[in-house]
């Protein structure tokens, strides 16, 4: 590929004379920066399909885009600053897929009532989540490295960032929660609230750990397979919201999820209800 010269792009006149010869110009290089940014993402997500998170680096990044290293640091500072605009745009992402299911599962339960749609919705929630590793390898690595890497890699900005990318993901499940227990904010307090946004971290999180797994299901038993691991974890926090067996059944059916097992249902004693 040519090399492009940015520098020279963006010392170009806007125009000689003549009324809005300037803002014109200032367009047209405000166009050809985004072009560059948007092609140096693209070819960073190609690095990272190829070869994983260590494949990004800024010289792979300017072969690959035929761009000097000094027009690259004009973009992004750092490789960690092309890795968090890549992380935001992944969470972008899923959150666009999340959403539709969710809305999608809803549609299909309504007729069931607002607590199975509520479940359904999360249901298909869980389902794109553990989905996610095999629907979209590359995106699951971006997200896996925001969430799982320990030790702090990002400049304060893109951290917060990140973390209201990923606030907004976990709002579709609150959303959900909050009209499964029926919420009335003028009977609610903070405790209950508190305990409904922790269960979205919650399932978020279990679910975000089961992924990790699937690398044993060619040495375990099916039943113990890492999408039967996931059902049942699915359930066991959607019972200690206070959904029933008959509910778990109708929201499951509406669903009918492609990455989690089948539903195995077993009666059980009934117990109260926890107020949400």
């Known amino acids: 590929m040519a090399r492009h010269d940015e520098e020279h792009e963006d010392r170009q006149?806007?125009?000689?004379?003549?009324?809005?010869?300037?803002p014109a110009g200032a367009g047209r290089r405000a166009q050809r920066r985004a072009f560059r940014r948007d092609e140096i993402l693209k070819t960073a997500l190609l690095l990272v399909e190829e070869?994983?998170?260590?494949?990004?680096?800024?010289?792979?990044?300017?072969?690959?885009?035929?761009?000097?290293?000094?027009?690259?640091?004009?973009f992004f500072p750092s490789k960690a600053a092309v890795v968090a605009a890549l992380q935001r745009e992944a969470l972008a992402g899923l959150h666009v897929e999340l959403a539709q299911a969710s809305t999608a599962a809803a549609t299909r339960a309504q007729p069931l009532g607002a607590r199975?749609?509520?479940?359904?919705?999360?249901i298909a929630i869980a389902d794109v989540v553990f989905a996610e590793p095999?629907?979209?390898?590359?995106?699951?690595?971006?997200?896996?490295?925001?969430?799982?890497r320990l030790e702090a890699v990002h400049e304060d900005a893109d951290a917060a960032a990140l973390e209201a990318n990923l606030g907004s993901l976990l709002a579709l499940a609150h959303e959900r929660v909050t009209a499964f227990a029926g919420a009335v904010p003028d009977e609610d307090d903070d405790e209950r609230r508190g305990e409904r946004e922790r269960f979205s971290f919650?399932?978020?999180?279990?679910?975000?750990?089961?992924?990790?797994?699937?690398?044993?299901?060619?040495l375990v038993p099916a039943a113990h397979?890492?999408?039967?691991?996931?059902?049942t974890t699915v359930c066991l926090l959607l019972r200690g919201l206070g959904a029933d067996d008959a509910e778990l059944a109708a929201a499951w059916a509406a669903v009918s999820p492609r990455a989690l097992g089948p539903l195995v249902t077993r009666r059980r004693p009934e117990k109260e209800t926890p107020r949400w």
Do not use: C, M, N
């Open 13 to 22: 006149p806007a125009g000689e004379g003549g009324a809005g010869s300037e």
């Open 51 to 74: 070869g994983g998170l260590d494949a990004v680096t800024t010289t792979a990044l300017a072969r690959r885009t035929g761009a000097a290293l000094g027009a690259l640091y004009r």
């Open 116 to 122: 199975v749609q509520a479940i359904a919705a999360l």
């Open 134 to 148: 095999q629907a979209h390898p590359a995106r699951f690595r971006l997200v896996d490295e925001a969430l799982s």
């Open 202 to 218: 919650a399932l978020w999180a279990a679910l975000h750990g089961v992924t990790h797994f699937r690398k044993r299901d060619r």
């Open 225 to 231: 397979a890492s999408a039967r691991v996931a059902t």
